[in-house]
């Protein structure tokens, strides 16, 4: 392991404290003591700090990737503590992914096919980096929020009952500022595949029928911003293995998905009701832990994750 490695897994696990101690006074938390029993901030911040200096080295314009991290591990700690995800952290992720996008543009421009996004709208990276870095960072974020905000709507149409708040698109507006178009896309349709496995583990340790989408979220968006070309290779590499399958196996897979996924949601519709009682009486007991609007002066409640 190098020097540059146990530096950043030294300041990975401050960076994770550092998020712990902040938690409480950013939701406004009765209780001020620092939350969660496990020191799995410090762990995870130490873990993402150690990848990124072995994967990116001392890259002058990878610092991004540092605040980026620590913005989702805020996100995970106030989502999983009180399922709530504040502004601060969503529209200041907003800011800080359109600054840094803008002041460090390679590594938003080059990943994926953001170049050639580029060049349609008639910029030239060469020419206009830093105007390209802008751009994608606003069309990204945009973006995000559009296509997380729709999926929710869809989904409460179909569903009868909320399946996430809108935090969670606003989440998804600060990832697409930090991944850009194609980025955000990618990370949204990543975390909805976390979430099943995520929500499953949830629902067997807490027994409620829900879970917060901002880590698998948070997780997904990390993974592309650090691994987006490899996870793209075994997609597709994946998906050739699928397409040589014979028509009728592949047809009577996408035929059984769909049925699975129909019953699934006519599921769900015939328990609306007793699930929202489940889930507004968790939310009723987790806002007891926060103090009333009026003694913090501003709610941090930006919808529920």
Do not use: N
């Amino acid at each position: 392991m190098t020097f540059g490695v146990v530096v950043a897994v030294v300041v990975g696990a401050l960076g994770g404290h550092m998020v712990r101690r902040l938690v409480p006074p950013l939701l406004a938390l009765r209780e001020r003591t620092l939350p969660f029993t496990a020191p799995w901030l410090e762990a995870a911040g130490a873990v993402a700090f150690g990848i990124l200096a072995g994967r990116f080295g001392a890259e002058p314009g990878g610092w991004p990737l540092y605040a980026f991290t620590l913005l989702l591990l805020a996100v995970c700690a106030t989502d999983y503590l009180v399922k709530l995800i504040p502004d601060l952290l969503t529209l200041g992720g907003v800011a800080a992914g359109v600054a840094a996008s803008t002041l460090v543009p390679d590594r938003l421009v080059e990943p994926l096919s953001h170049r050639w996004l580029v060049g349609l709208l008639g910029l030239s990276v060469d020419a206009d980096l830093l105007l390209s870095g802008l751009v994608l960072s606003l069309s990204g974020a945009a973006l995000g929020f559009l296509v997380l905000d729709a999926i929710r709507r869809v989904f409460g149409l179909l569903l009868g009952l909320e399946p996430m708040g809108l935090g969670d698109a606003r989440l998804a507006a600060a990832i697409g500022a930090f991944l850009g178009p194609q980025g955000v896309v990618f990370a949204v349709g990543l975390a909805f595949l976390l979430g099943v496995v995520h929500g499953i583990v949830m629902q067997r340790v807490t027994g409620l029928p829900h879970a917060p989408f901002g880590p698998p979220l948070a997780a997904a968006a990390w993974l592309v911003a650090v691994v987006a070309e490899p996870l793209l290779a075994v997609l597709a590499a994946g998906q050739a293995m699928v397409l040589r399958l014979p028509l009728w196996l592949l047809a009577g897979g996408y035929v059984l998905l769909l049925a699975v996924a129909v019953g699934l949601i006519l599921r769900l519709r015939r328990r609306a009701a007793h699930y929202e009682a489940i889930i507004e009486d968790d939310y009723q007991r987790l806002e007891e832990r926060l103090e009333p609007v009026d003694d913090k002066g501003d709610d941090v409640d930006t919808g529920r994750s």
